[in-house]
């Protein structure tokens, strides 16, 4: 049986997916990964093949490491993003790229704004989600954050969710 | 008050104080006067051979305010340009990496060897008979290039000290990060390429600084211990060394696991026993004491004044540069031993990300350490000092002390008080 998603409902669940993160609602932001789930922010000077078992990226989380940065985050001590930052993640260019038996690829254009201490700074670039049903509802598998920008200048950190 | 007073450093042998003014991290003419007696007169990182694998291998960045190009010759010889075209000015290589026997200005077309020589030009007939056989024309190499056990630095002072002088009691541990591996060692593909609103001399506090993990980076602690299996018992402990010129290094244990060759249980028991392995050709090939501190002693090692290679739950190698007194751009990249095992060389990039780099778990915190320290020298004026008084006067400096920052402030006022205008009270 083929993956069944339409563009509408992949554009849904992205911009939904941004919502949570704006709202700091990082549960429920948490629960659209699937238990296998893998993030990661390859650095800027690497090619998009690149793999994080042999380069350097900026993030490459596993789910395990996803749910303690959601709980870092929660933490007043997480001092970067206390108090919170505001953020709007602007995502566009949704397409879904290819269907397979049990997976979807989804891609997109995003650029974040995150605003703290009388400073705004801009990440842009491109979403890559591996999108699956495991248990019927939509889940990401693998969501990969493409910075189209030189390096983190100004920005320094990623201390927010892309 | 007793004791030194430069214009910027004081120390109070009474009182048991080091207080360094807060306009050393805010006065443009101070990071003006930085540039002039620092970065133009000291060794500076450049890079690792590594990069350079191959003869006709290149690189290009930025040292100290500089466009350097980094090159191999064909007969594997490193050399270092300065990457601005000898007619008109354009860099001529505008790739960050590669591999080329020659470079071609893109302007008027000049070609130069890795070599540095002018090769060719266009309308060559209408120059003097031996302009290009001169030398005139071609690439101006860096004053000073040389290298220590694969990292290599450049000086541009023509007339400054040999790189082992410069880093002298440095070297043995620049010579240790080599040992890792009988293979050798390699920066790993990627840079972190970052930026942090705030004087650079406050990352290299930072990065030397044994005294603010607990507060600074206590969400990271509590994900180590949340982790089952993801520290053992073993308590910080350790020295901070001055190594003079103004190097320093903390040399301490640690609870996180190190691939070279800490174990911690999360790793599960097949990777306790090739750690067993690991630590066993580090003894034969090394000997037990030199095996013991590459296997269990964390170092953040400081060389003069802004490369940082911290050897801890992995290794990074750091360097940074001011372009205002509140604004830095920092360079990082992961060393690692060549040939590293498929699960070592992954179970260190996942400890690397765990604490370091803009998308960690500590270092986004260190960052807005220091933007908010550079927030509140605006209060300079009623606020004057900062204070690096911890453990001052011990025999033995802790590595919690802040004996390491003191050897870093003590060379910094030393060479600035050698620029016009700075060798007068704040």
């Known amino acids: ?162 | 008050m007793s004791g030194t007073n430069g214009a910027y450093v004081r120390i109070d042998e009474d009182l048991k104080t080091f207080k360094v003014s807060r306009r050393a991290f805010v006065d443009p003419a101070v990071t003006d006067a930085e540039y002039r007696e620092i970065f133009d007169k000291c060794w500076l990182y450049l890079g690792h051979e590594s990069e350079l694998d191959q003869p006709n291998d290149f690189l290009t960045r930025t040292v100290a305010r500089r466009n350097i190009l980094f090159a191999r010759q064909a007969d594997g010889e490193f050399r270092a340009y300065l990457n601005t075209c000898p007619h008109r000015g354009a860099s001529v290589c505008r790739e960050r990496s590669g591999s080329a026997k020659s470079f071609q200005c893109m302007y008027h077309g000049w070609v130069f060897g890795n070599d540095g020589r002018l090769k060719h030009l266009p309308g060559e007939d209408s120059y003097g008979e031996n302009f290009r056989e001169s030398g005139g024309g071609d690439l101006t190499p860096v004053p000073k290039l040389d290298n220590c056990a694969g990292f290599w630095f450049v000086c541009f002072d023509p007339d400054g000290p040999s790189l082992d002088d410069y880093l002298g009691a440095a070297m043995p541990y620049i010579e240790l990060l080599s040992l890792h591996s009988k293979h050798g060692m390699e920066i790993v593909g990627g840079t972190q390429e970052y930026a942090i609103r705030s004087n650079w001399k406050l990352l290299t506090e930072n990065s030397v600084d044994g005294y603010h993990a607990e507060s600074t980076h206590a969400t990271y602690l509590d994900y180590l211990m949340n982790v089952s299996g993801g520290l053992i018992k073993q308590p910080l402990v350790g020295r901070a060394f001055d190594l003079g010129n103004g190097h320093a290094v903390l040399e301490y244990k640690a609870p996180w696991g190190r691939t070279i060759a800490q174990w911690i249980p999360m790793w599960g028991e097949e990777v306790k026993a090739q750690l067993e392995d690991v630590k066993a050709e580090l003894v034969e090939r090394l000997g037990p004491d030199k095996a013991d501190r590459i296997a269990h002693y964390n170092r953040n090692l400081l060389i003069f004044p802004n490369l940082i290679v911290n050897d801890i739950m992995a290794i990074t190698v750091r360097t940074y540069y001011p372009d205002a007194p509140d604004f830095m751009n920092v360079n990082a990249w992961a060393l690692a031993p060549r040939r590293e095992v498929d699960w070592a060389r992954q179970y260190r990039l996942y400890n690397f990300l765990e604490f370091l780099g803009p998308g960690g778990f500590a270092t986004p915190d260190d960052v807005e350490a220091m933007e908010k320290c550079q927030m509140g020298y605006r209060n300079l004026k009623e606020a004057r000092w900062n204070d690096i008084s911890k453990g001052i006067g011990k025999a033995e400096p802790s590595f919690d002390d802040e004996a390491q920052m003191r050897a870093f402030w003590t060379e910094w006022q030393s060479r600035i008080s050698r620029a016009d205008g700075f060798g007068l009270a704040a």
Not at chain 1, 55 to 72: H, P, S
Not at chain 1, 87 to 106: C, F, G, M
Request: aromatic share 10%.
């Open chain 1, 1 to 162: 049986m083929t993956f069944r998603l339409t563009r509408d409902e992949a554009e849904e669940f992205v911009f939904a997916e941004a919502e949570f993160l704006d709202d700091w609602d990082l549960e429920a932001w948490l629960d659209l990964f699937a238990d296998d789930a893998v993030y990661n922010v390859p650095s800027t000077d690497l090619d998009k093949s690149a793999k994080a078992a042999d380069n350097l990226f900026y993030i490459a989380d596993d789910r395990t490491r996803l749910e303690e940065r959601v709980t870092r985050l929660k933490k007043k001590t997480a001092h970067a993003e206390f108090p919170r930052s505001k953020t709007r993640h602007l995502v566009s260019n949704v397409r879904i790229r290819k269907i397979d038996d049990e997976s979807a690829t989804v891609t997109a254009a995003f650029a974040t704004f995150r605003s703290k201490d009388g400073v705004t700074d801009t990440y842009i670039g491109s979403t890559r989600y591996k999108l699956v049903r495991p248990n019927g509802a939509l889940k990401i598998a693998e969501k990969w954050c493409f910075l189209d920008m030189e390096g983190l200048r100004p920005q320094g950190r990623i201390s927010i969710l892309l």
